[in-house]
């Protein structure tokens, strides 16, 4: 059992090996155009910008494509741990079971500590300004600007996210006991929908497109200050010596904001367009 057990073991390895020998490589402008493709990188399960071949990064990444001259073409993935994961994963490496890299990648933080810290990516080309809300059921909680209601109303938020660890340790866990946890925020909106609980902490663009101008619910600021002030740019993401892509993309995306493309394509899904 023990030699069968290795041998399974040594095979595995050496598939992953050669997939990752095997993995895609990112392009240059030069080679996209060449090649009448671009191969950009979304988030799996991710409403409303990337979920079931659709979404507003889709859209954004066609439009892109097409200011180019190009097909696009996606390459969907599930998040990892963490961003630098994704990045890896999907930008600048690719992933060791030979998914990506892709060409370019949407939805990544436009952040100069970030863009600091993480030198293999290029970060550029911001187009949206996201920012936490608090989603309410209006006859519940006729007003957002407290979190006194929480003492006995449940609330809902996605496990492990910063709203989550905020929630957990606001006023010293006063409601804690009253927090209900899920796998997505997706999955928080729709037990909002059922009334399984009465409010849900999440990003606002996610809550907006959600709930869908539903007018049993409203959408604002959560009554946390560490919620309130973090906001942070989206934006594009190429591998760092890529320059000529990044700038051939960054044209792009400024005429599609001056077209207004890029606040209709947010409007289409429900979600209020903010300039980085």
């Known amino acids: ?84 994961d994704d990045l890896r994963n999907m930008v600048w490496k690719g992933h060791i079971l030979g998914i990506g890299p892709a060409d370019a990648m949407m939805h990544v933080p436009v952040d100069a500590a970030y863009m600091a810290k993480v030198d293999k990516v290029k970060f550029f080309a911001p187009y949206y300004r996201e920012r936490f809300g608090m989603a309410r059921n209006v006859e519940r909680i006729p007003a957002g600007d407290s979190m006194e209601p929480f003492v006995k109303e449940k609330i809902g938020v996605e496990g ?12 010293a866990g006063r409601y804690r006991a009253n927090i209900i946890h899920f796998m997505t925020a997706e999955e928080a909106i729709a037990a909002l929908k059922s009334g399984q609980v009465a409010a849900v902490m999440a990003q606002q663009g996610e809550l907006e497109a959600g709930l869908l101008g539903n007018k049993a619910f409203a959408v ?3 009554p946390l200050p560490l919620l309130n002030i973090r906001q942070w740019a989206l934006g594009v993401g ?39």
Do not use: C
């Open 1 to 84: 059992m023990r030699n069968k057990a290795t041998r399974f073991i040594l095979l595995l390895l050496i598939t992953l090996l050669g997939n990752a020998a095997h993995a895609q490589r990112a392009y240059d402008l030069a080679e996209v155009l060449k090649r009448g493709q671009i191969r950009f990188a979304f988030y799996n399960e991710f409403p409303p910008y990337s979920d079931d071949g659709k979404g507003i990064d889709v859209e954004l990444a066609q439009a892109l494509a097409g200011k180019l001259g190009v097909r696009m073409s996606p390459i969907w993935f599930d998040a990892d741990e963490n961003m630098e």
């Open 160 to 171: 492990g996210s910063l709203p989550d660890t905020v929630l957990l340790s606001a006023d």
């Open 220 to 222: 604002g600021p959560p």
């Open 238 to 276: 190429v591998k760092a010596e890529h320059e000529d892509l990044a700038k051939a993309l960054q044209k792009a995306m400024n005429e599609l904001v001056a077209e207004g493309k890029v606040s209709g394509i947010f409007a289409k899904y429900g979600v209020q367009y903010r300039a980085p």
